[in-house]
């Protein structure tokens, strides 16, 4: 009857579409200023799907992709959660279609659901996954976390901010990746910045700008509540800040965002500096002290002080990141989560090793969620989520290039099959990574069948 | 660092529609032979919601009621869990949309989401409410967990199977009702028995002899685990069966299902009794001896001797948890735990003292868990909560009833307007019971509007 110890991530994925579009290529279709997209999003690649793949497909390859990589029998699974936004049922989980993989294995005393609120769903998945762990139902085995999704646009101004990917995590005690305990922050509110009331389409209605300002005010929330959440854990060392963290990630709609981001951490210390020690902690910013926190959301000034100010530890603990992020786009639910693998693929086992790692995470709507993890200093137990996670960067360079023109005459194809039924996919197999799941067809009764690429 | 005592359920209401159809009415309206759905379904009333309603006003509206009913101010509230399958948005969560009760009140620290699988969302989101309450995440508030469902089918023979509430649970240590530790059997398989692929529609695809086979199946499946769990919890008193319980309460696509679905966990003890005590036991049963388990789903001779083998143990376990289902219909996610308030306003407080219930949740595709609790013998606490349910029985007698012309024409103008905007709904607002949200309108941009009736 006491919580396991070292509760965490014992091991991630990642997969991804073999396919993508150039942004650089993008401007020059779209006819926008050259570095609107790469400069001003941040953004190099974008991965999307043909109609081979779903949510559900993409999830069955991540899913099977973890255990195989770490040689877990389905039998010792005792828990699995699906985090997601890309709904192609409006009853039926994907978790249901994962136990394709579990069935057969005769395991079927699986606990946990699909969980949805926008970009936050995968985070939710977790939290249910370690409150599993610690609880009266655990039965000693480990907990599964599956999020991913499919993210696309309208053609207009949000068509870049696209993506697509899963993640899946192992959760269980004794992880090289340890939530801390008590320092989960939340922040939910009811907005219209960003949803899918259109359920016909694949497509978001997004209120562009609204939306950063929910991103930023639920971030300055979270961030002001983790801080009180540390300080009164740790009553004798009041001062908690961004030099609490050696690594900070974000959920990541596009990447120039988190810039912005870390930035406003910044300020948001600033602002709980008290007046008299700001000076000698951040100079010359005197000029921003008749500010209130929440009118600052786009104040050029501000922002364009505290990127300069905090430039450095952005290229410390943020931008490396950000690498999985650029080069596939929003995976909404996953999107966090490509962070932490960004992080644990671009450092060394010394550098990754006793770091605390600062979690935000972001759903339209709204809920949101600010925590922290911190690594082993077990460069053996790193070192074997590291090695699962080798294939990643080689895969993200393997993959096909497609013209703009074929991108958006994929997303005209999906808008008219969205949906349909029967259908036979037209996307190609061929070109698709060993070992992903593809949609085979869909019958007269919108049941999808599925199938896999050898591996 | 323990587990709190006695997690369970401190409150629970129920909310539902003023109007209903009869179902008598209806089959003279359908054509079909008399007693067909009465008697064939065991439904007696079915409740339905005008275009005034939809799943963000019932959750407000009992979520609400809830709160009202037992003083608890949103402070005291610490997570929010909503389980449902009525998807109006494929972001945006019902979950947001209801702190709009808390934020005003400066409860924003609320984990928890929407969790989706059909019927069985809203024991999912109980059960993640429960780890949370064990869990170190857990902050000494209270979880509240709300599901609900418009039920509705397109015409033809699931039509009289729908149905329309929601429930409301308050959930936290020291409870009335305690969930009994370490006795969650759960069973779930990717399966097509009734799922919502068209996503333009409100209406399910159904396969219901499938559906039915599947619930069967399910519940064999989960019985078994329980009674195996049970056993190992209690080595020393190895008879685990039927008469473990004083209640068993199931899921309720329709009444009739549920008392074939008692007689079902006796043909199960039946082939879980060695054969040599089956004639003491059952006399005259000896020609089922042959049978396999998994081939009488369908038996019309199993089933029927089973019926009425059990006849007298589904009138005192089971047949009075079904007086809301029977005026109701299927509530989906709400319906298991309508059937929970049934159980408690159709009995004495001394008949309820120290009574062990059995549930059992299904949700089609498929998701099942049969798990148990205990109600208290402390005949206060208990009090509270049948106090707070009065008003349940006679606001089903002062429903409005509306003629089988009227339901279909109402069922109509759903079709018609279903996820259209801008949208005024038709429906009337003074016939709804006092303190009922209603959608007031939907504007361009497909963001919803309510408004409450004056308590």
């Not at 009853?91 to 057969?104: A, E, G, N, W, Y």
């Not at 993210?151 to 939530?179: D, E, S």
């Not at 965002?257 to 005197?286: C, H, W």
């Not at 959301?297 to 501000?302: A, R």
């Amino acid at each position: 009857m006491v919580w396991p110890e070292n509760v965490g991530i014992l091991g991630i994925d990642l997969i991804f579409p073999s396919q993508y579009v150039d942004q650089t290529e993008l401007e020059v279709f779209d006819g926008v200023s050259a570095g609107k997209y790469t400069v001003g999003l941040g953004q190099k690649k974008m991965g999307f799907c043909t109609d081979r793949e779903d949510i559900n497909s993409m999830c069955l390859t991540v899913t099977s992709s973890l255990l195989e990589k770490y040689k877990i029998p389905p039998a010792r699974i005792g828990r699995l959660d699906v985090g997601t936004e890309t709904i192609i049922d409006k009853s039926k989980s994907i978790k249901s279609v994962l136990m394709q993989l579990f069935t057969p294995h005769g395991v079927t005393d699986l606990e946990g659901l699909d969980t949805t609120n926008a970009c936050y769903g995968g985070t939710a998945a977790l939290f249910n996954a370690i409150n599993w762990v610690e609880s009266s139902s655990w039965n000693g085995r480990l907990a599964l976390v599956v999020c991913g999704d499919i993210a696309i646009y309208a053609k207009g101004a949000a068509r870049p901010t696209g993506g697509a990917g899963a993640v899946a995590m192992l959760v269980g005690p004794n992880a090289p990746l340890v939530f801390d305990r008590g320092l989960r922050a939340t922040y939910m509110k009811h907005t219209w910045d960003f949803y899918k009331p259109d359920l016909t389409s694949e497509y978001p209605t997004v209120d562009g700008k609204l939306s950063i300002q929910c991103y930023l005010n639920a971030l300055d929330n979270c961030y002001q509540l983790y801080c009180e959440k540390a300080r009164a854990l740790s009553p004798t060392s009041p001062v908690v800040g961004l030099d609490t963290f050696d690594s900070v990630i974000f959920h990541t709609p596009f990447c120039k965002l988190v810039q912005k981001s870390l930035a406003r951490i910044g300020v948001n210390d600033y602002f709980m500096t008290p007046p008299s020690k700001r000076p000698a902690r951040f100079p010359g910013f005197e000029k921003f002290d008749q500010l209130a926190l929440e009118d600052t959301y786009f104040d050029k000034d501000v922002e364009k002080a505290f990127m300069t100010y905090y430039d450095e530890v952005y290229k410390a603990k943020t931008a490396k990141s950000l690498l999985v992020a650029s080069q596939l786009g929003n995976m909404y639910t996953a999107s966090l989560y490509s962070s932490l693998v960004s992080l644990l693929i671009t450092h060394s086992c010394e550098e990754l090793m006793g770091r605390k790692v600062a979690l935000f995470s972001y759903g339209s709507g709204l809920a949101s969620s600010l925590y922290s993890l911190t690594i082993t200093k077990d460069a053996t137990a790193l070192g074997s989520i590291m090695d699962n996670l080798k294939n990643i960067a080689p895969n993200l360079e393997k993959r096909h290039k497609l013209t703009p023109e074929q991108f958006c005459a994929v997303l005209e194809t999906r808008e008219q099959n969205c949906h349909k039924a029967p259908l036979e996919p037209s996307g190609g197999i061929d070109g698709l990574f060993p070992g992903t799941y593809y949609l085979k067809n869909i019958d007269h009764m919108h049941r999808r069948q599925y199938d896999r690429v050898p591996k």
